[in-house]
């Protein structure tokens, strides 16, 4: 998230906006990364028990991501007009859970929507705090197209490190006396 | 019969333990900005003086982006060779380590686990795990995906024995 640790509202829906997938883009992604025939080959995806074309999961979701990019950029933009300094997020460890729950075909509309569901500081990295988000993507009928549990890190406003870390830190910034410390140890 | 996949193995001729190669994929600068560009546009998978600056120390693929040219490893060499129906979604997708340009990343997959689908007689369910590393032999991904899988004797799948209560199956596909 864009905001602070400290700021983030647990189980408040943040909303990622929408993305209409057209059959090209079905089939340029499934050439690319995914080519089953149900996802490049429309008349072979009339054999397949969904009938017809439809898109790669995995296209679902980058999709859901590139929404994610550019919500929280524009949540970013937000919070500097109002005068505010936006929180710093940082790279993803992974993802718990992804579930597909119903295929998307070309024409559908999935609509996106991202939520904090619980936060912690992490142990391992001073400073930093763990995030647990799900992602909702529903179609225009408003059935779930998939459900995601993912794990991401966000920096502590009023973080203080501890003088001896400081230290510590600033010492193995020194050229030479880091790997001094380190052969020493 | 699906014609599409009549010749292909289906979940009967899949076997627990199986480990597959999947072969390997060079990362590129141009493959990285491109994807980027695409799917997962920050400054330190786009720019590379802001990524010297990042803590990935470099230009850095997207995680996004190792998973996917993971998927198409998976696909030429395993998933196109059985009757897949799709898959149902993933678990515990872990990234490791950053795969930076000029990275070449190398796969293999393993058949953790088979059972038949409860609702649907027709299918069966088979777990992946998958093991992505670079070419210094470091891991640099995991996950463990779940796909569907035509039987050939849809009946052998009703005399099938149900399976333990709270074993949620996503009703779903891609």
Redesign the interface.
């Known amino acids: 998230m864009t905001r602070w640790f400290e700021d983030i509202t647990i189980d408040e829906p943040f909303p990622l906006g929408s993305h209409t997938f057209t059959e090209d883009e079905i089939r340029a992604f499934g050439r ?7 996802h490049v080959d429309p008349n ?1 995806a009339a ?4 009938g017809g074309l ?5 296209h ?4 859901g ?2 929404k994610m ?2 919500a929280l950029e524009a949540e970013e933009v937000r919070l500097k007009s109002l005068g505010q300094e936006p929180g710093v997020s ?15 075909r070309p024409g559908d509309t999935v609509t996106y929507t991202l939520t904090v569901t619980g936060k912690r500081p992490s142990n391992s990295i001073p400073g930093w705090g763990l995030l647990f988000n799900s992602i909702d993507a529903v179609n225009q009928h408003g059935e779930r197209v ?1 459900h995601a549990e993912l794990v991401g890190f966000s920096k502590l406003r009023d973080f203080k490190m501890p003088l001896r870390l400081a230290i510590l830190e600033a010492l193995t910034k020194l050229p030479g006396l880091g790997k001094l410390l380190a052969q020493r140890s | 019969m ?3 996949t009549a010749d292909r193995r289906h979940f009967e001729d899949l076997v627990v333990g199986e480990t597959i190669n999947l072969g390997s994929t060079l990362v590129t600068r141009q493959m990285i900005l491109a994807f980027a560009r ?5 400054p330190f998978h786009l720019d590379e003086a802001a990524a010297k600056r990042s ?2 120390g470099g230009l850095a693929s997207s ?2 982006q190792t ?3 993971t ?2 490893l998976l ?2 060499a395993f ?2 060779k059985i009757a ?12 490791k380590r ?1 795969v930076m340009k000029g990275d070449t990343i190398r796969a293999t997959a393993t058949l953790a686990e088979l059972r038949r689908s409860r609702h649907h007689p027709q299918w069966g369910i088979v777990s992946i795990d998958l093991d992505v590393k670079n070419q210094k032999g470091q891991p640099v991904m995991s ?1 463990r995906l779940a796909n569907l899988v035509e039987a050939r004797d849809p009946e052998a799948g009703m005399q099938a024995p149900s399976e333990q209560p709270g074993d949620a199956e ?5």
């Open positions: 690319d990364y995914d080519p089953q025939y149900f072979a054999h397949s028990h969904f439809i898109a790669s999961g995995w679902t979701v980058l999709i991501h590139r990019v550019d940082g790279p993803s460890p992974g993802v718990n859970r992804m579930e597909f729950k119903a295929p998307v998939y | 699906n014609p599409v695409e799917f997962d546009p920050l803590l990935l995680g996004w998973a996917a040219l998927l198409r696909g030429d998933l196109s897949s129906a799709g898959g149902l979604g993933f678990s515990d997708l872990k990234w950053p996950m996503p009703a779903g596909q891609p």
